[in-house]
Antibody, heavy 121, light 108 residues
Framework: EVQLVESGGGLVQPGGSLRLSCAAS????????MSWVRQAPGKGLEWVAN????????YYVDSVKGRFTISRDNAKNSLYLQMNSLRAEDTAVYYC??????????????WGQGTLVTVSS | SSELTQDPAVSVALGQTVRITCQGD??????ASWYQQKPGQAPVLVIY???NRPSGIPDRFSGSSSGNTASLTITGAQAEDEADYYC???????????FGGGTKLTVL
């Protein structure tokens, strides 16, 4: 059974940093692109970042570029999101998701339950 | 702001058919995927590609696409289908992803 379990969320002051983790199990982690998707309270879903199987390609939504870094450790079956210079508008539930891509498909087939990040003084 | 546009809210009578649409230029090049999200829960994939359903998704859910519009159709809506629905696709660059703003479906 595929499982994605996020951790590391919490309350942080504006300008602070936080590192999210996602522990993956039930599939060959190193064979899949992985993503972070967030959802601000009462708002819609927003894709944050993607990382290729070997970490050689990473893509970010413009609003986090230069502040957030996605990474992975295939030996530990883990995905990470280092978040620096946090702003109030980064407050959201952050989901880890597995991304399947191909010439005729793009989908998030498995999601974690999310971890809440609150940026406030 | 999202480049994929969805109606904020749609309603359907129990047992009737409803179509939820998603518009965007990138949909001329890429298929959309659709997600159902109920309050307090993570999103669930319901449709992807041309018209594919993951295992466990009822066959009353179907997808289609024409031009710059992708559609999710629920044929014979049930009370448990009441949820928020989001479309997702690559953006025009192909390297980034984007979600529509979401459609709140009410089953009357």
């Amino acid at each position: 059974e595929v499982q994605l379990v996020e951790s590391g969320g919490g309350l942080v002051q504006p300008g602070g940093s936080l590192r999210l983790s996602c522990a993956a199990s039930g599939f060959t982690f190193s064979s899949y692109w992985m993503s972070w998707v967030r959802q601000a309270p009462g708002k819609g879903l927003e894709w944050v970042a993607n990382i290729k199987q070997d970490g050689s390609e990473k893509y970010y939504v413009d609003s986090v570029k230069g502040r957030f870094t996605i990474s992975r450790d295939n030996a530990k079956n883990s995905l990470y999101l280092q978040m620096n210079s946090l702003r109030a508008e980064d407050t959201a539930v952050y989901y880890c998701a597995r991304w399947l891509e191909g010439y005729d498909k793009s989908l998030f087939d498995y999601w974690g339950q999310g971890t809440l990040v609150t940026v406030s003084s | 702001s999202s480049e994929l546009t969805q109606d904020p809210a749609v309603s359907v009578a129990l047992g009737q058919t409803v179509r939820i649409t998603c518009q965007g230029d990138s949909l001329r090049s890429y298929y959309a995927s659709w997600y159902q999200q109920k309050p307090g829960q993570a999103p669930v994939l319901v449709i992807y590609g041309k018209n594919n359903r993951p295992s466990g998704i009822p066959d009353r859910f179907s997808g289609s696409s024409s031009g710059n519009t992708a559609s999710l159709t629920i044929t014979g809506a049930q009370a448990e289908d009441e949820a928020d629905y989001y479309c997702n696709s690559r953006d025009s660059s192909g390297n980034h992803l984007e979600f529509g703003g979401g459609t709140k479906l009410t089953v009357l």
